[in-house]
């Protein structure tokens, strides 16, 4: 008989299955798991439990004071960062957040708009950048003007806030004045965009926004909106009697800013569909913008030099000016409080000969005015700075292809020199008439606190400025300040060290003689 291999044997990868399975390491039952873990925990928490009562205390103890610890250093964190950033005096709002609006913002109006919005949120809010440290109080810097004694001499120029979204803001920013507006009777939309370009290499602009509004009335809103709020703050209510009581001087603000020692300015134009040969019709422009807003400001500015709205520096001529600062100061007497606003034009740095001049200061004197913003943007073109610079090319084809106003640090000149003229002038036209001196504000080119010193001796009473800013972000007049404060003892030192060098050559020249 045929030998046979056993059934297994016939079939070897069964008992290659069978070796495997009993090579399979041992596998636990899920409920014996279970159990496993429950064993597990129990021997842990019985570990715990039954620790000494010392060793659990430290580590509780440690626990709670790596959590004070993180807890304190994240809250002392977030308190500097934010007092850092809310600082104007802070190096972040110049050389990041500027840059960073330059960058993310190739339109300067985009930008413009976007940092005025920003600072209006944050201004709600309570976080906005402000002046710390009350600097102006020891009053190194303070100012009269109209009857007010300012905490300082430096204010901001109107374009800034032209639809009156952060005058607040502005004003906690360090500025003893903030000028608000163009104002038109009406909204206008002003020239198409683009309308506004950067020279970085210059730190200038050029505009033409055309005196874009939406109307004195939204304005006029925004102004008595905020005089009720303070008023409710202040204990008055928030009704129409509520208002006059702060406009009337109860408050013991200016009824204007709402701050002691600061003013607020609002700024008028006519519409620039209001024809400047009807001189009746110009002057219903201004005096309806007087009408609506003059209750709500300390200082009303009329705009007769905006090189963006066609024909307006016209009316700088002698006799229509007279008539249309005339009609404003008339309608200003009318304003509805206890002390009217203040009333100054704003004249153009291009109308620069001496017969204009004069015929300006003539205007001013015969009306009542009470002062003169002298500069504004220019239609000429200077020169770069330094002397022989070359402008990139983007810049040149800016210059030579885009019209508007030029604003930046080459009209300093023209500004310093305008003021002595204006000054001299308008003081000769006071002495016959014995009328009070009237105020000049400057306003073109000033960019740190040597110029604002050098304008003010010039003769001028405040100064302004609008493109630094720009360039310099929300610190800027802080800065300012600051290099004013630098300068000024700068001079006290080099002025007491000549005294006691004269006063030492005076004791040895009368040593020398008695010898």
Same mark, same amino acid.
């Given at each position: ?301 009329? =705009? ?7 024909? %307006?520096?016209?009316?700088? @001529? &002698?006799?229509?000016? /007279?008539?249309?600062? #005339? ?96 000054? =001299? ?7 016959? %008439?014995?009328?009070?001196? @009237? &105020?000049?504000?400057? /306003?073109?080119?000033? #960019? ?68």
């Amino acid at each position: 008989m045929p030998y046979s291999r056993p059934l297994a044997n016939a079939f070897p990868f069964r008992q290659l299955q069978r070796s495997s399975l009993n090579c399979r390491p041992h596998i636990v039952p899920s409920d014996r798991r279970a159990r496993l873990r429950i064993s597990t925990s129990q021997q842990r928490f019985q570990a715990t439990t039954s620790a000494p009562p010392s060793a659990t205390g430290s580590r509780s103890l440690l626990t709670r004071l790596k959590n004070l610890f993180l807890g304190t250093t994240v809250s002392i964190v977030f308190f500097l960062s934010y007092y850092y950033i809310t600082d104007t005096r802070a190096s972040i709002h110049r050389w990041l957040i500027i840059p960073s609006l330059r960058y993310l913002y190739p339109d300067p109006e985009d930008a413009h708009k976007v940092g005025n919005h920003t600072l209006k949120t944050l201004y709600s809010i309570g976080i906005h950048p402000r002046e710390r440290g009350d600097v102006d109080s020891n009053g190194d810097l303070s100012v009269e003007v109209f009857g007010h004694v300012l905490q300082n001499p430096i204010g901001t120029s109107a374009g800034i806030d032209k639809h009156c979204d952060i005058p607040d803001a502005l004003l906690a920013a360090g500025p003893a004045i903030v000028e608000i507006g163009g104002v038109t009777p009406l909204p206008q939309t002003g020239n198409p965009k683009p309308r506004v370009f950067r020279l970085p290499s210059q730190n200038a602009l050029i505009n033409r926004y055309g005196l874009n509004s939406e109307g004195s009335h939204h304005i006029a809103m925004r102004l008595r909106q905020r005089v009720r709020e303070y008023a409710y703050a202040m204990g008055f209510g928030i009704d129409e009697e509520a208002e006059r009581r702060v406009l009337d001087g109860e408050a013991g603000v200016p009824p204007g800013s709402l701050t002691e020692g600061k003013l607020l300015a609002v700024q008028i134009a006519k519409n620039k569909w209001t024809r400047d040969e009807d001189i009746e019709a110009v002057k219903a422009d201004y005096v309806y913008c007087v009408n609506t807003l003059a209750r709500y400001a300390d200082i009303v500015v009329v =705009n007769v030099s905006s090189p963006n709205t066609p024909g %307006l520096r016209g009316l700088q @001529k &002698v006799g229509p000016l /007279t008539e249309i600062l #005339t009609a404003v100061v008339g309608a200003a007497k009318q304003a509805q409080r206890k002390d009217p606003p203040k009333i100054m034009v704003k004249v153009s740095p291009d109308e620069d000969s001496d017969e204009e001049v004069r015929g300006i200061c003539r205007a001013v004197s015969e009306s009542g005015v009470d002062g003169v913003i002298v500069g504004n943007t220019t239609n000429k073109r200077p020169d770069p700075l330094p002397p022989g610079f070359t402008l990139p090319i983007s810049e040149q084809r800016i210059l030579q292809q885009e019209q508007g106003g030029y604003s930046g640090p080459q009209l300093f000149g023209r500004t310093v020199e305008l003021v002595k003229r204006y000054r =001299n002038t308008l003081d000769q036209e006071a002495v016959p %008439l014995s009328r009070a001196r @009237k &105020v000049i504000f400057a /306003t073109g080119g000033i #960019t740190n606190g040597a110029q604002a010193l050098e304008v003010l001796n010039a003769g001028a009473d405040v100064a302004q400025v609008y493109t630094a800013l720009v360039y310099g972000g929300i610190g800027t007049i802080s800065q300012i300040k600051l290099q004013m404060r630098e300068e000024l003892e700068a001079r006290k030192r080099s002025s007491s060290s000549s005294r006691s060098r004269k006063a030492a050559a005076a004791a040895a020249a009368a040593a020398n003689v008695r010898g």
